[in-house]
T-cell receptor, first 115, second 110 residues
Framework: DAGVIQSPRHEVTEMGQEVTLRCKPISGHNSLFWYRQTMMRGLELLIYFNNNVPIDDSGMPEDRFSAKMPNASFSTLKIQPSEPRDSAVYFC?????????????FGDGTRLSIL | TQLLEQSPQFLSIQEGENLTVYCNSSSVFSSLQWYRQEPGEGPVLLVTVVTGGEVKKLKRLTFQFGDARKDSSLHITAAQPGDTGLYLCAGAPVGNDMRFGAGTRLTVKP
């Protein structure tokens, strides 16, 4: 079974550039989550979608971050303009529903470095 | 302040030793989940505990949910190098979204 697929695996770019991270959730899963992981702050929930609709984006750091889910099989997280403090590993996860007891299935992450 | 406090933050032990890591909160959870994350990969779910006082076993791993559903522990018996990783607890306080603890980074030396 294909798990959650994220691309790219690594991204290195200069500050000020636009960065787009991509995620394909597990087929049939209705909820999708974007997380950011750093040593200092751990795993932080940025935003999640239920049935392609953003439900809670209170974790999005600021207006430079935006996320979309145009259909059930694809989501993007965009940073524009990027800054060095955005450097982190970004994870996408999906679950069957958004319920609190539902296990989340994570992709392998995108390691982002902003120079 | 983390909603879920995990301790210890780091743990380094020899193969064959036993260990316990903790996940504590002042909030009540409908359930708690434990994940393990290895370098370069995303977290992988180990177990979900739902009922206060519940104990679940997964081979050498024993998970317990506190009676008041505010805390949980993970005990590993006879640790092996393959148990090395970051152990994360996660839960959704009643009426809120799921949050992760900062994790316990375990190293088991051969």
């Amino acid at each position: 079974d294909a798990g959650v697929i994220q691309s790219p695996r690594h991204e290195v770019t200069e500050m000020g550039q636009e960065v787009t991270l991509r995620c394909k959730p597990i087929s049939g899963h209705n909820s999708l989550f974007w997380y950011r992981q750093t040593m200092m702050r751990g795993l932080e929930l940025l935003i999640y979608f239920n049935n392609n609709v953003p439900i809670d984006d209170s974790g999005m750091p600021e207006d430079r971050f935006s996320a979309k889910m145009p259909n059930a099989s694809f989501s993007t997280l965009k940073i524009q303009p990027s800054e060095p403090r955005d450097s982190a590993v970004y994870f996408c996860a999906s679950s069957l529903t958004g319920g609190p007891n539902q296990p989340q299935h994570f992709g392998d992450g995108t390691r982002l470095s902003i120079l | 302040t983390q909603l879920l406090e995990q301790s210890p933050q780091f743990l380094s032990i020899q193969e064959g030793e036993n260990l316990t890591v903790y996940c504590n909160s002042s909030s009540v959870f409908s359930s708690l989940q434990w994940y393990r994350q290895e370098p370069g990969e995303g977290p992988v779910l180990l177990v979900t505990v739902v009922t206060g006082g519940e104990v679940k076993k997964l081979k050498r791993l024993t998970f317990q949910f506190g009676d008041a559903r505010k805390d949980s522990s993970l005990h590993i018996t006879a640790a092996q190098p393959g148990d090395t990783g970051l152990y994360l607890c996660a839960g959704a306080p009643v009426g809120n979204d799921m949050r992760f603890g900062a994790g316990t980074r375990l190293t088991v030396k051969p």
